[in-house]
């Protein structure tokens, strides 16, 4: 019996597919977060909040993810993709345990902090990892699988744990994904083993100024409607910490993330292209469920499957990605994504009526395939400027940039929303005119590109 479990793990061992099924698992939990606004009415209930509390569930979650996530993928640079990985897993999943057991709000809190780190860890190393398991020449259709699962994973969200709490009530968002995150946990130690990185040393200054100014970034974020003093604080502290972390970053003998990259104008672009087309996507999960629950007739299980078309593009997409973008100039397909992602958020705005429900499901599919092209292109670009030595970082400011577009997206998009109804605008003509502006945000990226003249090939 020893014996054969022996033979199993080398089985795993040499199997690189079977690796980055496991590698997929364990970052799939990640993106199943997307379930958790389906509790947001049972937590406020069950702990009897007022309802503005429960944004904190969001806010200590993503914080401290986006907050670690570079200085993460530095760390697995440094040690091992593997061995973050398996942390990130074996933290995540007491995580859930102590979300799911949370006798108190503060608990609860305290464990969403703790299933932030855990993300963090996942996500930083997950794409490395992912490609480190085969060729060079083969990273980019990798990429396109793991963002496939990663896709999979944020489809299934919504769609399956609506059912599972409305059966099992608040808790079941995060006591379902233990168990995935342990059996991820325990098959991650089977993974090849890797030689750490060079001995080098940590910039643990950098990395405390990074935190903090990403950490004070999502709090502006997060303040910026109504304003206040405490934005302009945040603000402030924020700004202050990335001047403070650049000027770290010139001078650290090995830094977290060398700045000289950022010299390239196709690189900072690129990037800035990948926070704002989130931006753009955040709106269909923002908005669209207030637009189906007017929808007479409509239940919530067949609400849930149309937001699930979003991210089922980004399933159906990421593979086409990864097999064309070696054919195709990586900054064509990124171009393409942006466009479909625009026709699809437009095609979104025209639906004003129970009989456009087949033109927001097309639209809403529309939209996920252009979003999954540009995120597999965009991670192709981003890991062939920076060095495979440091791969561990190029993924994690893909999932960095992601998710601040994502934040960025909650906040200006609904306070368009909100400006237009103020206005004397009703809800669906705000609705479409919301979606109008998302629209019009990867057709700038395409004017910005085709104007500073991004040659084919140039990073």
Do not use: K
């Not at 993106?31 to 503005?52: C, E, K, R």
């Not at 992912?130 to 963002?147: D, K, Q």
């Not at 977290?256 to 999960?285: E, P």
Request: net charge positive.
């Amino acid at each position: 019996m020893q014996a054969t479990g022996r033979q199993a793990v080398s089985a795993v061992s040499r199997s690189p597919m079977a690796a980055l099924l496991i590698v997929g698992l364990g970052t799939s939990v990640v993106p199943l977060d997307s379930a958790v606004n389906i509790g947001f009415p049972a937590i406020v209930a069950h702990f009897a909040l007022p309802i503005p509390m429960i944004q904190w569930i969001v806010i200590a979650y993503v914080l401290t993810q986006t907050a670690l996530m570079l200085t993460f993928g530095r760390a697995g640079d440094m040690l091992g993709y593997r061995r973050i990985f398996l942390i990130g897993t074996g933290v995540i999943a007491v995580a859930f345990v102590a979300c799911a057991l949370a006798p108190s709000y503060a608990a609860l809190l305290a464990a969403r902090f703790l299933q932030g780190i855990g993300a963090g860890l996942i996500l930083s190393c997950g794409p490395a990892l992912a490609t480190s398991l085969f060729p060079e020449a083969m990273r980019t259709r990798i990429l396109g699988t793991y963002m496939m699962m990663f896709g999979i994973g944020f489809a299934l969200g919504p769609t399956v744990f609506g059912v599972l709490v409305d059966r099992f009530g608040w808790s079941a968002v995060f006591s379902f994904r233990a168990p995935l995150a342990f059996v991820a946990f325990l098959l991650a130690w089977t993974l090849p083993r890797q030689p750490r990185g060079e001995r080098e040393r940590f910039d643990t200054a950098g990395g405390v100024l990074l935190a903090a100014g990403l950490s004070f970034l999502l709090l502006t974020l997060n303040r910026l409607w109504p304003p206040g003093l405490l934005t302009v604080l945040f603000a402030v502290l924020a700004a202050a910490s990335f001047v403070l972390f650049h000027r770290q970053e010139r001078r650290a003998p090995q830094p977290i993330i060398d700045f000289a990259f950022f010299g390239r104008a196709g690189f900072t672009l690129v990037n800035v292209m990948n926070v704002v087309i989130n931006v753009a996507a955040f709106a269909i999960m923002l908005l669209a469920p207030f637009y189906l629950s007017r929808i007479p007739g409509l239940s919530l299980p067949q609400a849930g499957l149309l937001l699930g078309l979003s991210p089922l593009g980004i399933v159906l997409a990421a593979p086409v990605a990864g097999r064309v973008t070696g054919r195709i100039p990586p900054r064509v397909v990124a171009l393409v994504g942006c466009a479909l992602s625009a026709a699809g958020l437009c095609g979104i705005s025209l639906a004003g009526a129970p009989a456009g429900i087949p033109l927001l499901a097309g639209s809403m599919l529309v939209q996920g395939f252009g979003l999954g092209l540009f995120q597999v292109a965009y991670f192709d670009i981003v890991t062939a400027v920076i060095p495979a030595r440091n791969r561990g970082v190029a993924g994690a400011l893909g999932m960095a940039t992601r998710t601040i577009g994502t934040v960025t997206g909650a906040t200006v998009l609904m306070l368009v929303f909100q400006s237009l109804q103020a206005a004397g605008i009703g809800f669906t003509a705000a609705f479409q005119a919301t979606f109008r502006i998302a629209a019009a945000l990867p057709v700038a990226l395409i004017l910005a590109d085709l104007a500073r003249g991004w040659r084919a090939g140039e990073n």
